[in-house]
């Protein structure tokens, strides 16, 4: 939906459930962020504040910059904030500190950057970083993942207005937004809704049926750089008593201090300490926690800030990192924190991988041989690794089988028994002399 017909029906629907008329005023930009599987930010209103600044502290390092609260940054930090959701951020600094957004909610880029947030407003991206876009009443804001070089075109549901009854027929239209806004049809898109699932014709446009209730209207379409789906979801079409009989945006809407005080946050969301002990000393170490579908953990050595460690007390250090960060992952599991919890027979292990331990999901007696996150072309690579290990063990006449696992969002190479990983290792070393 446009950002004028979203906000008007918000405010449309703001009356009927006593939302102070605040909250919807003219003063309001709409704001949702998407990821590569789920709506992250759910779409709401808010106002846009008119002075005041936030001064984002980077926790990797300390280095802040401050940021007008009428900006793309904070204007997402202080919204998702309000709707209890979680923002990680990065400072880098190209001659001046400029904030980076690396995690929405659960979700985060990962660390390879195979995909990155992008912000766009109007439909248009942005051509300045986020800390320099200016937000201003009736924008339309919109983050969603992309993969540097391949057309990622955004998705639009337009949806009717009309009332509707229980049982009756309507038409959503759906239409997709290149980089520069320029509008074209939103042909081959599934379209949910109530249970039934229908994909868009050459006219854009998807026929369903009025279910009793308020259900989602999703869209939904591969993204082509192999990183999950585009997605776009109008509040729902359906019937319910004392509610308006309409398709519309469900009226959630933030209030933000006009005049702020300045604000400091230091968040790189879903952060996790782990510590290990070396000559008495006690080293620490933050590391993201693991969202599903997104990069690995790894610990490296470098990582390590001790100056005082030799190379292979660094390496030592991390590997007892490791070994803690799985422990307190495989606890938080089993508190039934649902983004960590594994398949049965599966535990987040600490495993070395060249030259740096990662924290992985595997199985007893498994060793890992490769690990990236979970896109196609990612899956396709480790396929192939496979492939290799296995001739490698054919000619080393070892009595172990390399695999490709999808497992926790992760495309990985499993060798079993974990004990032939040594013997593999010895074989090629030798193989390469």
Request: hydrophobic share 40%; aromatic share 4%.
């Amino acid at each position: 939906m446009t950002s004028i017909s979203r906000i008007a029906r918000a405010a449309a629907c703001a009356s009927l459930l006593a939302i102070p008329a605040a909250a919807v005023a003219n003063d309001t930009a709409s704001i949702r962020a998407e990821g590569p599987n789920s709506t992250v930010l759910p779409e709401r209103s808010a106002n846009v504040p008119t002075g005041g600044t936030t001064t984002l502290v980077d926790p990797s390092n300390g280095e802040t910059t401050v940021v007008p609260n009428n900006r793309g940054t904070s204007f997402l930090v202080r919204t998702a904030e309000a709707a209890g959701i979680s923002i990680g951020f990065r400072v880098y600094n190209f001659g001046t500190p400029s904030a980076l957004i690396t995690r929405i909610g659960s979700v985060a880029s990962p660390s390879d950057w195979s995909w990155s947030w992008k912000l766009k407003v109007n439909h248009r991206q942005t051509s300045v970083g986020s800390d320099d876009v200016v937000i201003s009443p009736g924008d339309t804001i919109l983050w969603m993942p992309s993969v540097y070089g391949v057309p990622d075109l955004e998705l639009e549901v337009v949806a009717p207005t009309a009332p509707r009854a229980v049982g009756e027929a309507f038409s959503v239209r759906i239409d997709r937004y290149d980089d520069n806004a320029v509008r074209t049809t939103g042909n081959g898109v599934t379209v949910t809704y109530g249970g039934q699932a229908v994909t868009t014709g050459a006219d854009g446009t998807a026929t369903l049926t009025t279910v009793p209730g308020w259900s989602d209207v999703v869209a939904t379409a591969p993204h082509p750089g192999g990183i999950g789906s585009i997605r776009d979801s109008a509040r729902a079409c359906g019937f319910a008593p004392g509610r308006p009989e309409e398709c519309g945006l469900d009226p959630i809407a933030a209030r933000l201090p006009d005049l702020a005080p300045n604000a400091d946050i230091a968040s790189s969301v879903g952060l996790i300490r782990a510590s290990a002990t070396v000559g008495g000393r006690a080293i620490t170490i933050e590391v993201p926690v693991p969202g599903r579908g997104r990069g690995p953990v790894s610990i490296s050595p470098d990582d390590v800030k001790d100056d005082s460690l030799t190379p292979r007390e660094r390496r030592g250090v991390a590997g007892k990192l490791a070994s803690a960060l799985a422990a307190d992952l495989n606890a938080r599991a089993a508190r039934g924190e649902a983004s960590l919890v594994l398949p049965t027979g599966v535990t987040w292990q600490a495993a070395w991988l060249s030259g740096a331990p990662y924290v992985a999901p595997l199985r007893r007696g498994e060793s890992l041989m490769g690990i990236r996150t979970g896109g196609p072309r990612n899956t396709a690579a480790i396929q192939q690794r496979v492939q290799g290990f296995n001739a490698h063990l054919d000619r080393c006449d070892i009595d172990a089988t390399a695999s490709a696992v999808r497992r926790h969002g992760y495309a990985m190479t499993t060798l079993r028994p974990a004990a032939a990983r040594t013997a593999l290792v010895d074989c090629v070393s030798g193989e390469a002399s």
